[in-house]
């Protein structure tokens, strides 16, 4: 058996390799490092694929949300509604631009906002919301714009982790995840769902005025070469990670299908566990699993129990991880905005409960076979 890993980017690139070979050394032969040809074409390309109107590459995922946040026009003190349960490039972002960031509390069932929980946080000062499509499924977005439209804020989905992912409104209408509030970001870390070989990331629009500015903002606030109107900053995807991900866009669906076969068949062999629910797949959208999370029902010191689950895990050669162990309400960084947010019990129960297995596009019955076999065996014990 080949050993498991969270993701086999290796394994992946084996598999391309000549297609991804060629295409860097294009680059390489025409030296257009930065805003080559194929960073425009890829700009194309996924437009097409989210059936977007404007996508503009940058650097990384965390570029994306604060290009995407500096191009509103916000003030300092504005409030900005998130989830604490995220990674903290969401969260960060909001405090480095001298925003304020108020967390919400998400369904435990989804793990995406809790749109009850948003209502109760808007104030005069709230400007924006900002949802994220965690591990892959997508936020209640038909909820979120309709409170979005009645209190007049901005939303940007934070697609990171759900590239790919169908949106299903209650009407039956199907939008690409991140396609649907004002702005939409997403990251090509690596191990993201498309990764490319380095760093990067884009935003998406279909707002005119909103695209002349994103554009501006991540090229210096330049409107025209060397007049610069407005305070922006520098963030680029580069030529070779462009040409990359446009050979990768092509395989994107295949990809996803991958993880939705490991993740059926986790689901196959934990469903009728008592000690650990499986992922709750939503009727407004399609799960693209980036992340294949467990939760573990009630054990008495759950922390406890997960962490002997992850070592035990760990003997026999399978990694897990915790996404994420300290939620944003819990950390230093946003002291500061103690006042902003209180108890956060959701949250704080499905710290202290998630776990994730491996999941890629790479993995075989064997090793999942043998994952599932080793789960189960702790869990029985
Ligand atoms: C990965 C990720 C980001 C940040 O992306 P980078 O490219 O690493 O900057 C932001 N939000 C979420 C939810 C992510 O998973």
């Known amino acids: ?29 025409s ?54 349960f995220t990674f903290i490039a969401t969260t960060e972002v909001i405090a480095l631009l001298r925003l304020k960031p108020v967390f919400v509390e998400v369904d435990p069932k989804t793990f995406c906002i809790n749109p009850d929980e948003l209502l109760k946080l808007i104030t005069p000062k709230t400007k924006a919301i900002v949802p994220v499509h965690l591990y892959g499924q997508t936020a209640p977005m038909d909820e979120i714009m309709a409170i979005a439209k009645k209190h007049n804020l901005f939303v940007i989905e934070d697609n990171a982790q759900a590239i790919g992912a169908d949106y299903i409104s209650a009407d039956g209408k199907k939008r690409k995840a991140g396609t649907i509030g004002n702005v939409g970001t997403t990251s090509f870390f690596p191990s993201k769902n498309l990764g490319a070989y380095g760093d990067g990331g884009a935003i998406f629009t279909n707002d005119d005025l909103l ?45 996803i299908l991958a993880r939705q076969t490991v993740a059926n068949f986790y689901d196959r062999a934990f469903e009728n566990n008592s000690k650990i629910s499986i ?48 939620p944003g309400h819990k950390q230093k960084m946003f002291e500061q905005f103690n006042s902003s947010f209180k108890e956060m019990p959701t949250t704080d129960w499905l710290t202290q409960r998630v776990f994730s297995l491996p999941i890629h596009t790479e993995m075989d019955t064997d090793q999942l076979n043998f994952i599932t076999s080793k789960v189960l065996a702790f869990l029985i014990k």
């Open 1 to 29: 058996m080949r050993p498991i890993q969270m993701v086999d980017l290796r394994q992946q690139y084996s598999k391309i390799e000549k297609e991804i070979n060629n295409a860097v050394l294009n680059v390489l032969d």
């Open 31 to 84: 030296s257009h490092y930065i805003n080559g040809k194929e960073v425009q074409d890829f700009a194309t390309n996924l437009a097409k694929y989210l059936d977007v109107k404007y996508v503009i590459p940058c650097a990384n995922g965390t570029d994306a949300l604060q290009i995407a946040l500096m191009a509103l026009g916000l003030e300092p003190g504005d409030e900005v509604i998130t989830p604490s």
């Open 211 to 255: 695209f002349e500015k994103i554009r501006m903002v991540a090229n210096h606030g330049q409107s025209k070469r060397y007049y610069h109107d407005i305070v922006g900053c520098n963030s680029r995807l580069d030529t070779l990670q462009a040409a990359i991900l446009n050979i990768k866009l092509q395989h994107l669906d295949e990809y």
């Open 279 to 326: 992922p709750f797949r939503s009727s407004s959208s399609t799960h693209v699993f980036h992340q294949y999370t467990l939760l573990l029902n009630e054990v008495e010191n759950p922390e406890k129990y997960r962490n002997e689950l992850i070592d035990f895990l760990a003997q026999n050669g399978i990694p897990a991880m915790i996404y994420y162990p300290v």
